[in-house]
């Protein structure tokens, strides 16, 4: 027996072929990607924070939200027609990102009671549907809040410590892709909807207000060791069925106002990114416009193979999202008609035409 070896402890040695095992079966049963990555380049892991647009059952045992899908008919289409809590018929944009990059084909929730410790090692979500940048929002829909997301990401960067020590978790950090998606629920539900920041800012200051929080939450995860972040801007709310039910008259046409918003707090988003990869040594803050894709999708649908774009697959589509789609709110026959699954969210197939969008254009920045 060499030196080397008359120093390691047996339980060190098994520990060590432990590791190297768990590693070598990740490796081995990682899924083909659909994009290419550059030469020498590696992504082990993906990290998501966020809202509903990203959620795959984080806010399934929060009995005190609205914000909840895990029941029926959501989740029609995924796998075994299983309702996990995610907000669409099918798979969301978080599984569609680890499937593209050849991960895993699904990323689960962090507070899934089922989660295993090999789950950790290639990424989870921390999102919860109804959350948002302004702390505001998370109260009003009973949401996990944003600091309340880094602190479950502290959490699990102990556990993953645990599993892989602390060398490998450095690295799973810096070399991963995390991906923060909010903004949405702020504009519409807490300014435009609640009217509770309204009388306190003017739309100019509230959208600033936001994207201050997204920089001091970027800042963190930085500290924490995360270097590739993509964050998604605001989508064009104002086309969404439920607004346009609510505040779209009688041919329920886009709000303008609402868009407009929109598009402010991304030009805003998109320039705060920029000073911070100035200012924060070897980051990658990617801008992700989601905006201008799911409004062309809207406009030109019949070009995308669709056939409604002003309502979602369930119910009437005009107004059934979370608790409110439900086993009463029967689905339309045939969910590939429709670019919306409810009244906010998108469908899979959707989702998907988005996915493989923004990682054609946006891929490359990452790295």
Request: proline share 7%.
């Amino acid at each position: 027996m060499g030196p080397l070896m008359k120093l390691r402890s047996p339980l060190a040695f098994c520990s060590s072929m432990l590791l190297c095992f768990i590693v070598l079966l990740l490796v081995c049963c990682k899924i083909k990607g659909v994009v290419e990555l550059p030469p020498n380049v590696s992504v082990p892991a993906v990290i998501v924070f966020g809202d509903s647009i990203m959620d795959t059952g984080n806010n399934n045992n929060n009995m005190q939200t609205w914000a909840r899908c895990n029941f029926a008919p959501y989740g029609k289409d995924f796998p075994a027609g299983i309702p996990t809590g995610r907000f669409s018929n099918g798979k969301v944009p978080s599984d569609l990102i680890v499937e593209e990059l050849g991960i895993k084909e699904l990323l689960p929730a962090y507070l899934d009671p089922n989660l295993q410790p090999k789950d950790l090692i290639t990424g989870v979500c921390f999102a919860s549907g109804g959350s948002g940048y302004d702390p505001l929002t998370s109260k009003i829909s009973t949401a996990i809040t944003l600091p309340d997301q880094i602190n479950m990401f502290k959490k699990y960067l102990e556990k993953l410590k645990g599993i892989v020590g602390e060398d490998r978790t450095k690295f799973i950090v810096a070399n991963s892709v995390f991906l923060l998606v909010q903004g949405s629920n702020d504009i519409y539900n807490t300014y435009f909807l609640s009217h509770a920041r309204q009388l306190q800012y003017d739309l100019p200051t509230y959208t600033r207000l936001l994207v201050t929080s997204a920089s001091n939450f970027l800042k963190e995860i930085y500290e924490l060791g995360a270097r590739r972040v993509g964050v998604f801007g605001a989508p064009p709310i104002g086309c969404v069925p439920f607004v346009r039910t609510v505040l779209g008259g009688i041919v329920r046409e886009c709000v303008e106002n609402q868009n407009e918003a929109c598009k402010l707090f991304n030009n805003q988003l998109s320039e705060e990114l920029d000073s911070l990869n100035q200012n924060l040594p070897n980051s990658r803050m990617v801008y992700l416009d989601v905006y201008n894709p799911l409004l062309d999708i809207i406009q030109n649908y019949q070009q995308y193979g669709y056939k409604v774009e002003d309502r979602g697959c369930c119910g009437t589509g005009e107004l059934e999202a979370a608790v409110i789609c439900n086993p009463l709110a029967p689905p339309c026959p045939d969910v590939e008609d429709y670019i919306f699954w409810d009244s906010f969210h998108p469908s899979e197939s959707a989702y998907k035409k988005l996915v493989a969008s923004l990682l054609r254009k946006h891929l490359y920045q990452f790295f």
